[in-house]
């Protein structure tokens, strides 16, 4: 089976790979399936089309912390 990954984008939408499902609070299932379909999911909260993304955040200046932090201890 292919991997999942998702990679954040620069100030832009989390875009997912591989097969995956979403499932959104009705119940309805997205699935990206193993042909190079892309599924890109909105971090900045302005689609019209949550939980995808729309491009929105590239009209609204929307910037982000790009890096994970780690905790310790």
Known sequence: ???VEIKVRENGPY???GPVTLVD???TEYEVGERGEVMALC???GSTTKPFCDGTH???GFEAAERAV???G
Do not use: H, I
Request: with cysteine.
């Open 58 to 60: 590239s009209k609204t």
């Open 1 to 3: 089976m292919p991997d």
């Open 15 to 17: 875009k997912v790979t």
């Open 70 to 72: 780690v905790e310790t």
């Open 25 to 27: 609070a009705d119940g």
């Open 43 to 45: 971090r900045c909260g």
